[in-house]
């Protein structure tokens, strides 16, 4: 049975979720009654959304890790939420991305519109290969516990992209940039809160 911190934890990301479908939707669609067009992306814009695109395929990588294991079921479903709302969002960042024909392919130089240009491998937030490794490997509460602890460092580095991506030119990014980090930044509590109780060690 679900406690009620994991209803209102999902009631919570369900509406986030679906903030940032509708301001995605409503902002991207334009009717001949709209004064003028949108405007143009800018560095801002397409560094983000490639750059978060990117940092969302390793979170999904590590939810398909643990999604169906024993790790207990809080691990589960904050793994079902994200793998939701980052499928979501990645595919989101990618239509635009196309939209403005900008690659989608992953790139090996990330956050030059940060002004923070480095390899795509030391990007803040991203867990190593001998950690997904692990995460690939370990079983029950220690599953979770690493599922916890190196997401939550995936989503420190996801909120610090968002909360600099106010500058874009678009209406649709800047929105899906602040739901990005008030999501996460919820999520980090949860798990702060998890790490200290059922998965401490």
Same mark, same amino acid.
């Given at each position: ?26 902002? +991207? ?10 405007? =143009? ?7 983000? +959304? ?8 390793? =979170?999904?990588?590590? +939810? ?14 904050? =793994? ?39 390899? =795509? ?81």
């Amino acid at each position: 049975m679900a406690t009620p911190a994991a209803t209102t934890r999902r009631s919570l990301l369900g509406g986030a979720a679906l903030a940032v479908v509708g301001a995605g939707l409503a902002a +991207c669609t334009q009717t001949s009654a709209d004064p003028a067009p949108s405007p =143009a992306p800018n560095e801002i814009d397409i560094g983000f +959304c490639q750059d978060m695109a990117f940092h969302h395929e390793q =979170a999904l990588a590590m +939810c398909q890790r643990v999604l169906g294991r024993d790790t207990g079921s809080q691990v589960q479903t904050a =793994a079902a939420d994200i793998l939701q709302n980052q499928s979501y969002e990645r595919g989101m960042m990618h239509t635009w991305l196309q939209s403005w024909g900008e690659s989608t392919v992953a790139p090996t130089t990330v956050m030059g519109w940060m002004g923070r240009a480095m390899p =795509a491998a030391d990007m803040p937030g991203l867990a190593s290969a001998l950690d997904m490794r692990t995460l690939a490997t370990t079983d029950g509460l220690a599953k979770g516990r690493l599922f916890l602890t190196l997401m939550r460092a995936h989503h420190v580095g996801g909120v610090h992209m968002a909360d600099a991506a106010t500058g874009a030119a678009t209406a649709p990014v800047r929105q899906i940039a602040f739901q990005t980090s008030a999501t996460q930044t919820f999520e980090i509590a949860i798990f702060d809160e998890l790490l200290a109780t059922t998965y401490a060690e």
